[in-house]
């Protein structure tokens, strides 16, 4: 069992929508979780970093992380065609290396 | 500042010949890292740097991997003897003793055919 479970998708939804991505990890040691956008072909882009359980909030965009539950999600609002990518969650526990998922491709159809 | 820059961009070779990537980070970035990543999947932690001092390295890197960082600047990863499965996405990574500063390259796509 992987440490970190992502749905891979494809999640397709229209312009407009919420975007609802989220993943599950079974370490107890992570204490930071992030999201990462990733164009095709390009390194991955950090979207969002948080620390404590709770949501977040960055213009369109909401991280929600659930310690408990050992549950992290990402939303994002009035979705564009831009929005378009694969979105990676990314956790760490001590040390310094990041345990991704395994990415959700997500489709914004206009 | 540009952001990590990453050469080559995409490198084909064949088993069994040598090859050498390079990592440039953001200048003022003291922590460099190395990550693989395979298509469908996220990256896959390689190795990580503090200056010139490679302090932690992943039961991934083989032998046959060699990372090094000298004068704490640019990184260099030479896989040796490359083997099909090395075909990959190579990441590299840096930030400054901030995780919300951690920024990626564009990566190498390395073939071996």
């Known amino acids: 069992q992987k440490e970190v479970e992502q749905d891979p998708g494809p999640l397709s939804v229209p312009e407009g929508a919420i975007v609802s991505l989220n993943c599950t990890y079974s370490?107890?040691?992570?204490?930071?979780f992030m999201w990462y956008r990733q164009y095709s072909r390009k390194g991955p882009e950090l979207l969002m970093y948080?620390?404590?359980?709770g949501n977040k909030e960055d213009g369109r965009f909401t991280a929600q992380v659930d310690k408990s539950s050992k549950y992290i999600s990402l939303f994002i609002r009035d979705s564009q065609p831009s929005d378009s990518a694969t979105y990676l969650c990314?956790?760490?526990?001590?040390?310094?290396?990041?345990?991704f998922g395994g990415g959700t491709r997500v489709l914004v159809k206009p | 500042d540009t952001g990590v820059s990453q050469n080559p961009r995409h490198k084909i070779t064949k088993r069994g010949q040598n090859v050498t990537f390079r990592c440039d980070p953001i200048?003022?970035?003291?922590?460099l890292y190395w990550y693989r990543q395979t298509l469908g999947q996220g990256p896959e932690f390689l190795t990580y740097?503090?200056?010139?001092?490679?302090?932690?390295k992943s039961r991934l890197l083989s032998d046959r991997f060699s990372a090094e960082r000298p004068k704490g600047s640019f990184s260099t990863l030479e896989i040796q003897r490359t083997e099909q499965g090395d075909s990959a996405m190579y990441l590299c990574?840096?930030?400054?003793?901030?995780?919300?500063?951690?920024?990626f390259g564009s990566g190498t796509r390395l073939t071996v055919v």
């Open positions: 370490n107890s040691a992570f204490q930071y």
């Open positions: 948080t620390y404590s359980s």
């Open positions: 740097f503090q200056n010139e001092a490679q302090l932690e």
């Open positions: 990574a840096s930030s400054f003793d901030s995780l919300e500063g951690y920024t």
């Open positions: 200048s003022e970035h003291n922590r």
């Open positions: 990314a956790l760490q526990a001590a040390g310094n290396k990041l345990t």
